[in-house]
Each structure stands twice: as C-alpha cells, then as structure tokens.
C-alpha cells in the first residue's frame, strides 16, 4: 500500500490519536488494526446544537463537506473493501467548553456516509457497520476531526 505520511497524519501538532485505542502518533494502520485518517477541520463541526441555528442549506453544504473529504481520503488512502467494520469519530475541539460526545452525530453520520461513497462497505446498515462511536478528543487548535475503521466481524 503506497501511503501519503504528510496528506493524511499531518494534524496541528504533528501527532494523530486512533481513536479506536488512543495511540498517539498513530500511521494509517494503526497497531490495533484500525485504519486512521485526520481529517482535519474541513468545516464547522455539525452537532445536534449548531443544526438549531442554521437553515437548510447550510446544513446540507456542511454535511456535503465532511462527506466528501471521508470519500476522498479514504480513496487516497487506499483501504480496502471490509465486510464489516466499527466505525470511530474522535473531535478534538479547540477549548474545553463541556461537550457530549453523542451531539457530534450529524458529523459523524456524513463521514460514514462518505465510507460507503469509497466503497469500503456497500452500505451502513447494522449488517456492515457498527458505530459511528463518537468521542471527543484533546485540544487541537485548530480543530481536528479524525476517524478510524476497524474490520470487525459481525453476525
Ligand atoms: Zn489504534
């Protein structure tokens, strides 16, 4: 697998965490078997608190955005087409302002949407994935949303 270090790990502080076991410093395939990509901050996080405050279209135009960034690093990256996988979406936001991690969903949703664009499962349904878990992270300035998809065996 020919992997781009600087496209896909290069974060604000030069480290990415695997959301799926926290190793700081983690390559695409992480030790644990996930596969991890930083997504930066392509666009304002979406949480269930900002969807209140915005029309339509922007809602679409940002769920547009982090959708098509997870389609595209997971094409560039090159992973593979899994049965079935488990699905992490850390946010490492730029305070420390109380959060819960579940508000990040409409996020976390476009980016396993953008999964199933790359053809890694062909469909996010229970049968092919487990998650998005979502979590928040350390601080990051600027803010950085980072995911990882671990093959997993399901029923
Ligand atoms: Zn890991």
Partial sequence: MTYNHAQHLT???GTVRCPACTTVGATL????GAYVIA???????LTQNVERKINHYTRAAIVKTWRDAAHVL??????????????YVEYCPT???RRDAGNIYPTAKAIVDGIVDAGIIPDDDWHHCDGPRMS????MRPANVTLAIIPAVMA
Avoid: Y
């Fill in 39 to 45: 997504l930066g901050r392509k666009d304002k996080v």
């Fill in 11 to 13: 974060t604000p502080n």
């Fill in 95 to 97: 305070n420390s302002i």
């Fill in 29 to 32: 395939r992480c030790d644990c």
């Fill in 136 to 139: 928040i992270g350390p601080i």
């Fill in 74 to 87: 997971c094409k560039a990256a090159k992973i593979p087409a899994i049965p079935a996988i488990i699905v």
